[in-house]
């Protein structure tokens, strides 16, 4: 099944916490061989070929302060509440080390939890690259871990708002299928394997439009990719979410550079006082725009909720 793609190409696939230009620079190093040879970047596989990746010992990542806009919901002593917006990653990683929500944040504020380290200072819980809206950050380690806990517990309340392709059938329900990474594609999560993490996603048809549902979503879970991967088991990918099966345009519609799906509210109880503390943050420009556009259309808008 691997049999013609480029060596490089299929390293990426199979350890995509690796950028594809460092195993490239790894070939270089004569740190990838096959079948026990030293191999270009270029080479193309062969059915029955043997790799081996000596990976090289990456430098430690540090997290620097960046001048970058942050558009902030929330903030007190514990806390801060920020609007993510698409396209904003929110911690450094492979291919990502500067632009993302953390170096933002330390350049706005002079202290942020240290739980996580270096890397992820203040970083309780992620939003997808191109997801937008509601994520909470926490500023000191007591209220890093008491958000902690409460994600643990499920006691965290997180609402979603999504597009999807297709009327879903019954209009509201849960969705409990387990989530795995897939084995084939790494980039991927999956349902289709028996193994995986519980995770849990109730949805509810705000509006039917004539191609598309305009959902409601909570989830109990926060597994990777969660919502995308649980609509798209369903055959009602997220518009926009090639990723899962979405196409890349619709017509009559404008594109999209993003995925419909917004963070839209979260509630979580105070770090100190205890105090129920509910965020929301409207629905991206972007998106607003094109369920106007939808809206306006003949297409017979049922609403169920």
């Known amino acids: 099944m691997d049999a013609g793609k480029r060596l490089d190409s299929f390293l990426h696939e199979r350890l995509p916490e690796y950028s594809r230009s460092r195993i490239q620079s790894w070939t270089k190093e004569d740190r990838v061989q096959v079948n026990a040879k030293s191999a270009r970047a270029s080479h193309i596989i062969k059915t029955g070929d043997s790799i081996t990746l000596t990976p090289a010992e990456l430098a430690p990542l540090h997290a620097e302060p960046e001048e970058l806009p942050l558009k902030i919901l929330y903030q007190d002593e514990d806390v801060v509440v ?19 929500l953390v170096n933002a944040l330390l350049h706005h504020f002079e202290t942020l939890s240290s739980v996580n380290g270096d890397l992820r200072p203040g970083i309780v819980h992620r939003l997808d690259r191109e997801t937008s809206g509601v994520l909470v950050v926490a500023r000191t380690d007591q209220a890093h871990q008491s958000l902690s806990a409460q994600f643990q517990s499920r006691q965290v309340e997180k609402v979603y708002l999504a597009l999807a392709h297709g009327h879903l059938k019954p209009p509201q329900g849960r969705i409990a299928t387990p989530i795995t990474r897939d084995p084939a594609r790494r980039t991927r999560m999956t349902t289709k394997l028996v193994r995986g993490r519980a995770a849990l996603t109730d949805y509810q048809t705000l509006e039917a439009f004539g191609r598309f549902s305009y959902l409601e979503i909570r989830i109990g879970t926060g597994r990777t990719h969660q919502i995308r991967v649980h609509l798209a088991s369903l055959h009602h990918p997220i518009l926009g979410d ?64």
């Open 242 to 305: 090639r990723l899962y099966g979405a196409p890349a345009s619709v017509a009559g519609l404008p594109k999209l550079d993003r995925f419909f799906l917004h963070a839209h509210r979260l509630a979580f109880d105070s770090p100190s006082t205890g105090q129920r503390i509910t965020i929301e943050s409207p629905l991206a420009p972007e998106l607003a725009a094109l369920l106007d556009t939808l809206r306006k259309m003949p297409s017979n808008i049922v609403v169920s909720k």
């Open 82 to 100: 920020i609007d993510k917006p698409a396209g904003m990653v929110v911690h450094a990683g492979a291919g990502h080390s500067h632009g993302t």
